[in-house]
């Protein structure tokens, strides 16, 4: 078996792991650092939790080791899809780093850009940056990319999921063409492939295990969970998801719970909080300083479980994660894989359970697919609320026929009915008396008159007024 010691690592790096507590590399480490140290285009695809930081980290420290940097043109770029991940690996750096002279730059969101612009107006061996905040400083005239020796791009189909490639590329026509470059995926799109058929020359193609695979060290299992009332639907899932945390008892030391939208996060969290749950949330939403305090108190085991949205799936190497909750079952397949790889890390065992609704059995066979592989169905821990039914109508006994001879209204003759019926029109009788036929007692007394009467009247009229 293959030691560090066997590498060819400077003796410098090799005395800090071995104070980090590292003896033999991981598959992914020693397939990527001998071609890393001859200079070589690396491209390496190995699942989640294998080690993949260090597969670059060591061998960048050891070909910056002689050298020096220039203000505002850093030697070696890192590019890291979000905030939490490029701290992390900063993080290693500084470990591997401890007993050389190199400096490093952390650029990313929700920091001072002055801040950022002073340690790079100094000159930076190491920059670690993610897409934006970098471009932001390109822009500003801040930093140049042209003294780039070595490229490494992390977690690249996770950059494709959140639309960074266009960004990436425009980055890859920044730096020098000659740089060495170091590429890192736990999965290949073929946008992904695209990519490094562009810009990766000759690549060493590492591959220590098959693309989209789990860690066999992680125990998993999904509950089918069919809820009564709409309304309370979420409400039953959350009960639930308490009562597989509890159910797992002292064995559930920490666990990161996953949801897929960012106010189900906020709402998880609250309501583990509500029922004394040592929980608190993260997602992109939150302020950085609040997303690393509560990074930093789940490292520490100060905080239990981390509800967090796939801002924290990917790259985070939380060392000890006993258990994978997954409160929705992802929308790709492919997150599924990196979710739970967040426990059952560097050879240690884990635990991921998923609950899937009925709307997400489909996605659930999508993941089965992929990972080639049933996932054994658990027992529900919560007695299921039946969906409400209509009440049913009581049947009414069928009446005699005696009773149906009693209700039987009697038929009128025709006489009765036509007697019964009201008059229409203008003989319509009212309340205050009897129909009215005619003009009634209102007739004019001219009409009484007769024909003669009445021309014998208009003539009597024309006289008078020729008079």
């Keep these: 078996m293959t030691k560090f010691n066997e590498l060819n690592l400077n003796p410098k790096v090799l005395k800090a792991i071995e104070e980090a507590g590292y003896e033999t590399p991981t598959p992914i480490q020693a397939g990527a650092i001998p071609p890393a140290l001859e200079g070589k285009d690396v491209l390496g695809i190995a699942q989640t939790g294998t080690g993949k930081t260090a597969s670059f980290t060591l061998p960048m420290i050891t070909l910056l080791a002689r050298g020096r940097a220039r203000a505002r043109m850093p030697r070696s770029l890192v590019l890291c899809p979000t905030r939490e991940l490029a701290a992390q690996v900063a993080e290693n750096f500084d470990t591997y780093t401890k007993h050389l002279k190199l400096t490093k730059a952390l650029l990313i969101g929700g920091v001072s850009f002055k801040e950022q612009e002073a340690l790079i107006d100094r000159g930076v061996d190491v920059l670690i940056a993610t897409p934006g905040r970098l471009l932001d400083h390109f822009e500003r005239g801040k930093l140049l990319l042209t003294g780039v020796q070595i490229m490494v791009v992390d977690e690249a189909d996770r950059m494709l999921d959140m639309g960074f490639i266009p960004d990436i590329e425009r980055i890859f026509s920044l730096t020098p063409f000659t740089r060495q470059t170091l590429f890192f995926s736990a999965t290949m799109a ?49 009960k639930v998801l308490r009562a597989l945390i509890d159910a797992e008892g002292e064995g559930c030391t920490n666990a990161i719970i996953f949801c897929n939208r960012k106010t189900d996060v906020d709402i998880c969290s609250k309501s583990l909080k509500k029922y004394g749950y040592n929980a608190a949330a993260i997602h992109g939403d939150l302020d950085q300083s609040q997303r690393m305090k509560t990074l930093d108190g789940f490292r520490d085991g100060s905080l239990r479980l981390l509800v967090a949205s796939d801002v924290a799936a990917r790259g985070l190497d939380i060392p ?97 009915r036509k007697k019964d019926k009201e008059p229409r029109g203008r003989g319509r009788r009212n309340d205050s008396g009897p129909a009215v036929v005619g003009m009634g007692d209102h007739l004019p007394s001219f009409i009484a008159l007769s024909f003669d009467e009445r021309r014998a009247g208009v003539t009597a009229l024309a006289e008078a007024d020729a008079s």
């Design 190 to 238: 073929s946008e992904i492939e695209r990519i490094t058929d562009t810009f990766l020359s000759a690549p060493a193609r590492i591959e220590v295990a098959r693309q989209a695979t789990a860690s066999e060290t992680i125990e998993q299992g999904v509950v089918m969970f069919k809820g009564g009332r709409r309304d309370r639907e979420a409400s039953a899932k959350r």
């Design 320 to 416: 000890s994660v006993s258990h994978v909750f997954n409160f929705d079952v992802p929308g790709h397949a492919e997150d599924y894989v990196h979710r739970i790889g967040r426990t059952g890390r560097a050879g240690r065992e884990g635990k991921a359970i998923t609950i899937c609704s009925g709307r997400d059995e489909k996605a659930l066979d999508a993941i089965e697919k992929l990972i080639q592989k049933d996932i054994p169905r658990l027992d529900n821990p919560v007695k299921e609320e039946p969906k409400d039914e209509k009440p049913k109508r009581e049947k009414k006994a069928k009446p005699t026929d005696e009773a149906k001879a009693d209700k039987k209204p009697e038929r009128k003759k025709d006489s009765d």
